[in-house]
């Protein structure tokens, strides 16, 4: 089966500062690979999506790389805004859609 | 604004009660999927239906019974719960229940007392 592996938090930066959240995946086939945040309060929403190795997925100034040979899919964003604040989640879809344990992320003005 | 539309938002019942959440998308997707999220922890999926039948049901206690009426509509039927079993409880939707990308509701806050 699939299991994802994301750096764990809290994350606590000031506004304007640069993010990175590094995930990494274990798979038997390739994998679909996805960012999700969950604002407080709400439902998880879809940031972004890469299928293949190489894609760049991308989302309000949000990017992440399929890397195959180091089996990542780190999350950045150089610039975060207090409206940023959430929890992130790394997930990967083989057969079956396997979560990261999370990382909650705090911007301050 | 999200499309998998839960109701209720909150919900409160005793041990003995019996209830069901609701859940609804009208994006024609043909996967629909019931998640448990205990507070600062992943989602953890119990059941999944695909083209309205069910197709995993992750070894959920039997206090839980979904139903799938149509392609539009999942329902999870509660009764004889325990307090552990209060959680939010998330609804999501894909395509086709492969690679595609799930769309969450925002969930039901279930407090069992």
């Known amino acids: 089966g699939n299991s994802v592996t994301q750096m764990e938090g809290p994350v606590t930066l000031s506004e304007e500062a640069f993010l990175t959240i590094n995930c990494t995946y274990t798979?038997?086939?390739?994998?679909?690979l996805f960012w999700y945040v969950q604002y407080p309060g709400e439902g998880l929403q879809l940031l972004l999506k890469?299928?293949?190795?190489?894609d760049k997925g991308s989302n309000k100034g949000f990017e992440a790389t399929y890397r195959k040979e180091t089996t990542s899919f780190h999350l950045e964003k150089g610039s975060v805004q207090v409206s940023d604040s959430a929890v992130y989640f790394c997930?990967?879809?083989?057969?079956?859609?396997?979560f990261g344990a999370g990382t909650t992320v705090t911007v301050r003005a | 604004d999200t499309e998998v539309t839960q109701t209720p938002k909150h919900l409160v019942m005793g041990m003995t009660n019996k209830k069901s959440l609701k859940c609804e998308q009208h994006?024609?997707?043909?996967?629909m999927y019931w998640y448990k999220q205990k507070a600062k922890k992943p989602p953890e999926l119990m059941f999944v239906?695909?083209?309205?039948?069910?197709?995993i049901n992750e070894s959920v206690p039997s206090r839980f019974s979904p139903e799938c009426p149509n392609s539009s509509l999942l329902n999870l039927h509660l009764h004889a719960l325990q307090p552990e079993d209060s959680a939010l409880y998330l609804c999501?939707?894909?395509?086709?229940?492969?690679?595609?990308?799930?769309?969450f509701g925002n969930g039901t806050r279930l407090t069992v007392t």
């Open positions: 999501a939707s894909s395509q086709r229940g492969d690679n595609s990308p799930l769309h």
């Open positions: 798979a038997t086939g390739y994998p679909s």
């Open positions: 890469a299928t293949k190795a190489d």
């Open positions: 997930a990967s879809n083989d057969y079956k859609l396997s």
């Open positions: 994006m024609g997707h043909r996967a």
């Open positions: 239906y695909s083209y309205e039948k069910l197709s």
